[in-house]
């Protein structure tokens, strides 16, 4: 046991495990916080690994089109925001089932991304590290928020951006009444599908640049198995956090925290289960959520479609 | 009440139906049409890569049906997905999400290559509790998701979703300690890589040879399974059941059926299905070798899912979509020698998926046209 907390402390006085962490949790986040947006509305979009994955692979195509890491960006975004078109329209405009568009557009893209990646093999790097004077300075903590990649601080002015918009914001109040009650929203007068489809197209946008952070800012070059079911992880840390876009950040650096110290321990000299950890994150998810289903409510109309008349 | 001599409501032509053989030649017809989308748009990316479509979907065909033997590895593949997607039937209609079948799946491979490697005695007696033992495996892990949805409300999406991941992690740690399914270190093993033991001979499904096909005898039990699911649906009452408790569980609960109960069983046989699944691919011999390994699942459980979605948790409907699935993942097998990736067949898959969701839409949405046109004729 003494070795266990001993190996706790080497992990949680090392700054590699907060910029792991930081670097995880910014990747969940960019996911996360779309997915919160759409879920807000009513969509449990599952096609959210199709998202980080086609914003991945758009990510990496863009950097080896023009050396750019800002294109290649800005491709991740675009790939994003077309899974999602797929996604919106089939679900709510057409009234199909969003769990089947989901799974097919995850195995849609994945597919179509490995065979593109395969014969193109496109070329890229990662982006330089951006130090922010003085503010790195900080202890344990300044390096992993403040001396990152650069894409990774596009997630930062992202997290009040997407509160203002879905709190403060007469767009938010109708996705959020078009999530708990889509009849009432109905006869107010707001188009239900179309707010709906909306919040996935931003789901798109966020989590397509999240692929592209993924690439561009993390790794550096496009795999298969790049994304890895961190789309799924996103998904959890959104009910993790109760869908509010506090308790969302948080799981987040949780997840991300987690992911890390499987990383940072063997580095630090201690052999821990990998499997176990693994599942870890999963495991305290079912747990806290157990604990607090209770407490915090899903939006009300989630995952159910909405056909004026029906209901 | 209408005053007497108010104007007279109009002639309701758009509540007479159009005849029912034109409705069916209309579904018919988008059905088609969107197949033929899909493959068309298929066919645009091989051709935008530089690879040749026609070679590709040749491939397929003779990977699946043409070549010698292949109608027996399409069957083989198309057992678990049937399984699994009539067990993911029964909880669509009883209105219970159940999305884990991949770490049901999992789960009961598991288990079953312990009883299977473990247990010993007679061999047809093995098999049989392999088979039990692996439905039951696959249930528990779908019995943790409703029980934590009818205990504390969890939804079920989430937990089925994340148990996944937890069986993928838990059955890879179960293949790297010795006492539970790692197989001893042998010359067979030459790596030290996880893997369990090979099942004997005995304690495998027969396989059947026809014309040079060559199948385990699951299938036709399979096809029974298919067959009391569909009778479950259409003449029990337990069916009846089911289905109202998905249509509205709050009138079936006033109906006196138990939404927990029911919703419960729905999820355990669901489980169990996708158990029973993974213990048929283990010891049909279709899938690694009568051998279980990390990666042995192989998206049967995701694959199985997705039929019972597109044929909309009907039986019959199961079993044909499940075959031209099983058909693509076989002539994936043959797409090598046209220098295409075989990935191509997931997208075609997907693209497949897509396109069949589109006519019941439509058709759904033009079905709503109709009767809200009529009752504004009406009023």
């Given at each position: 046991?003494g070795g266990?907390?001993?190996?706790?402390?080497?992990?949680v006085t090392?700054e590699?495990t907060?910029?792991?962490?930081m670097?995880?949790?910014?990747?969940?986040?960019f996911?996360?916080?779309?997915?919160?947006?759409?879920?807000?509305?009513?969509?449990?979009n599952?096609?959210l690994e199709?998202?980080l994955?086609g914003?991945?692979?758009a990510?990496?195509?863009?950097?080896?089109?023009?050396?750019?890491?800002t294109?290649?960006?800005?491709?991740?975004t675009?790939?994003g925001?077309?899974?999602?078109?797929?996604?919106?329209?089939m679900?709510h405009?057409l009234?199909?089932?969003?769990f089947v568009?989901?799974?097919?557009?995850?195995?849609?893209?994945?597919?179509i991304a490995?065979?593109?990646n395969t014969?193109?093999?496109?070329v890229?790097r990662a982006?330089?590290r951006?130090e922010i004077p003085g503010?790195?300075?900080?202890p344990?903590i300044?390096?992993?928020l403040?001396y990152?990649?650069?894409?990774l601080?596009l997630?930062?002015?992202?997290?009040p951006?997407a509160?203002?918009?879905?709190?403060?914001?007469r767009?938010?109040?109708?996705?959020r009444?078009v999530g708990e009650n889509?009849?009432?929203?109905?006869?107010s007068?707001i188009?239900?599908?179309k707010?709906?489809r909306?919040?996935?197209?931003?789901?798109?946008?966020?989590?397509?640049l999240?692929g592209g952070?993924?690439?561009?800012?993390?790794?550096?070059r496009?795999?298969d198995?790049v994304v890895g079911?961190?789309?799924f992880?996103a998904i959890?840390a959104?009910?993790?956090?109760?869908w509010?876009?506090?308790?969302?950040?948080?799981?987040c650096l949780?997840f991300g925290t987690?992911?890390?110290?499987?990383?940072?321990?063997?580095t630090?000299?201690?052999e821990l289960n990998s499997?176990?950890?693994?599942?870890a994150p999963?495991?305290?998810?079912?747990?806290?959520?157990?604990f607090?289903?209770?407490?915090?409510?899903?939006?009300?109309?989630?995952?159910?479609p909405f056909?004026?008349?029906l209901? | 009440?209408r005053?007497a001599n108010?104007p007279?409501?109009?002639?309701?032509?758009?509540?007479?139906?159009?005849s029912r053989l034109r409705?069916?030649g209309v579904?018919a017809a988008m059905?088609?049409?969107?197949?033929a989308v899909a493959?068309l748009?298929s066919a645009?990316?091989?051709?935008?890569?530089g690879?040749?479509w026609q070679?590709v979907?040749?491939a397929?065909l003779d990977?699946s049906?043409?070549?010698?033997?292949?109608?027996?590895?399409?069957?083989g593949i198309?057992?678990p997905?049937v399984?699994v997607?009539?067990g993911?039937?029964i909880?669509?209609r009883?209105?219970?999400?159940n999305?884990?079948?991949?770490g049901?799946?999992?789960?009961?491979?598991a288990?079953?290559?312990?009883?299977g490697v473990?247990?010993?005695?007679?061999g047809?007696?093995?098999?049989?509790?392999?088979l039990?033992?692996?439905?039951?495996a696959?249930?528990?892990?779908?019995g943790?998701?409703?029980?934590?949805?009818?205990w504390r409300?969890?939804?079920e999406?989430?937990t089925?979703?994340l148990l996944?991941?937890?069986a993928?992690q838990a059955?890879?740690?179960?293949l790297k300690?010795?006492?539970?399914?790692?197989a001893?270190f042998?010359?067979?093993?030459?790596?030290?890589?996880q893997?369990s033991d090979?099942?004997?001979?005995?304690?495998?499904?027969?396989?059947?040879?026809?014309?040079g096909?060559?199948f385990p005898?699951?299938?036709?039990?399979v096809?029974?399974?298919?067959?009391?699911?569909?009778l479950?649906?259409?003449?029990?009452v337990?069916g009846?059941r089911?289905?109202?408790l998905?249509r509205?569980?709050r009138t079936?609960q006033r109906?006196?059926?138990s939404?927990v109960t029911?919703?419960?069983?729905?999820?355990l046989?669901?489980?169990?299905?996708?158990?029973?699944?993974g213990?048929m691919m283990?010891s049909?011999?279709d899938?690694?070798n009568y051998?279980f390994?990390p990666g042995f699942?192989n998206?049967?459980?995701?694959?199985?899912?997705?039929?019972?979605l597109?044929?909309?948790?009907h039986?019959?409907?199961i079993?044909?979509?499940?075959f031209?699935f099983?058909?693509?993942r076989?002539?994936?097998?043959?797409?090598?020698?046209?220098g295409?990736?075989?990935e191509?067949?997931?997208?075609?898959?997907?693209?497949?998926?897509l396109a069949?969701?589109?006519?019941?839409?439509?058709l759904?949405?033009?079905?709503?046209?109709?009767a809200?046109?009529?009752?504004r004729?009406r009023?």
């Amino acid at each position: 046991m003494g070795g266990f907390f001993s190996a706790i402390a080497d992990v949680v006085t090392n700054e590699v495990t907060y910029s792991g962490a930081m670097r995880f949790a910014a990747l969940l986040a960019f996911a996360a916080i779309g997915e919160t947006i759409a879920e807000k509305a009513g969509t449990l979009n599952i096609s959210l690994e199709g998202m980080l994955l086609g914003g991945a692979f758009a990510g990496a195509l863009g950097m080896h089109l023009t050396e750019s890491v800002t294109v290649g960006l800005m491709f991740a975004t675009v790939v994003g925001i077309v899974v999602a078109s797929v996604q919106a329209n089939m679900s709510h405009r057409l009234s199909a089932n969003q769990f089947v568009v989901g799974l097919a557009l995850n195995t849609l893209v994945l597919g179509i991304a490995s065979f593109l990646n395969t014969s193109i093999q496109p070329v890229s790097r990662a982006a330089h590290r951006f130090e922010i004077p003085g503010l790195s300075e900080i202890p344990l903590i300044g390096d992993a928020l403040f001396y990152q990649p650069w894409p990774l601080y596009l997630v930062y002015p992202m997290v009040p951006a997407a509160w203002w918009l879905l709190y403060r914001t007469r767009w938010g109040l109708e996705v959020r009444a078009v999530g708990e009650n889509p009849q009432s929203a109905d006869v107010s007068g707001i188009d239900v599908n179309k707010r709906r489809r909306q919040s996935i197209y931003i789901a798109g946008l966020t989590s397509g640049l999240g692929g592209g952070y993924l690439v561009l800012g993390q790794i550096g070059r496009f795999e298969d198995a790049v994304v890895g079911g961190q789309g799924f992880i996103a998904i959890a840390a959104v009910i993790f956090g109760g869908w509010t876009m506090r308790g969302v950040i948080g799981g987040c650096l949780l997840f991300g925290t987690v992911n890390s110290f499987r990383l940072t321990l063997p580095t630090v000299g201690h052999e821990l289960n990998s499997e176990l950890l693994s599942a870890a994150p999963f495991v305290v998810t079912i747990v806290t959520v157990t604990f607090f289903a209770y407490r915090t409510r899903e939006p009300r109309a989630l995952a159910q479609p909405f056909v004026r008349g029906l209901t | 009440m209408r005053p007497a001599n108010g104007p007279k409501p109009a002639p309701a032509a758009a509540v007479t139906a159009p005849s029912r053989l034109r409705e069916a030649g209309v579904a018919a017809a988008m059905y088609l049409g969107c197949i033929a989308v899909a493959l068309l748009i298929s066919a645009i990316i091989v051709w935008l890569t530089g690879g040749s479509w026609q070679a590709v979907f040749s491939a397929l065909l003779d990977g699946s049906l043409r070549a010698p033997g292949r109608w027996g590895e399409t069957i083989g593949i198309a057992i678990p997905l049937v399984v699994v997607a009539l067990g993911t039937a029964i909880n669509g209609r009883a209105g219970v999400v159940n999305i884990g079948q991949e770490g049901q799946l999992m789960m009961g491979t598991a288990f079953a290559t312990y009883v299977g490697v473990n247990m010993g005695g007679p061999g047809p007696l093995v098999v049989v509790c392999l088979l039990i033992v692996g439905a039951a495996a696959g249930a528990m892990w779908a019995g943790i998701a409703s029980w934590l949805l009818y205990w504390r409300r969890v939804p079920e999406v989430l937990t089925t979703l994340l148990l996944i991941t937890v069986a993928s992690q838990a059955t890879g740690y179960a293949l790297k300690v010795d006492w539970l399914l790692l197989a001893p270190f042998r010359e067979d093993r030459s790596v030290r890589n996880q893997v369990s033991d090979q099942l004997a001979d005995d304690t495998r499904i027969p396989r059947l040879d026809i014309w040079g096909n060559d199948f385990p005898i699951s299938a036709f039990a399979v096809v029974l399974m298919a067959v009391i699911v569909f009778l479950l649906f259409k003449r029990s009452v337990w069916g009846f059941r089911m289905r109202m408790l998905g249509r509205n569980a709050r009138t079936a609960q006033r109906a006196g059926v138990s939404t927990v109960t029911y919703g419960t069983t729905a999820m355990l046989i669901s489980g169990a299905c996708a158990g029973l699944a993974g213990a048929m691919m283990l010891s049909g011999g279709d899938f690694g070798n009568y051998r279980f390994t990390p990666g042995f699942a192989n998206n049967i459980g995701w694959e199985g899912l997705l039929v019972a979605l597109v044929a909309r948790s009907h039986p019959v409907g199961i079993v044909v979509v499940a075959f031209s699935f099983a058909g693509l993942r076989a002539g994936s097998g043959f797409l090598a020698a046209t220098g295409v990736e075989r990935e191509i067949s997931q997208v075609v898959l997907a693209l497949l998926v897509l396109a069949l969701l589109v006519p019941p839409a439509i058709l759904f949405i033009r079905e709503r046209r109709r009767a809200l046109s009529a009752t504004r004729d009406r009023t």
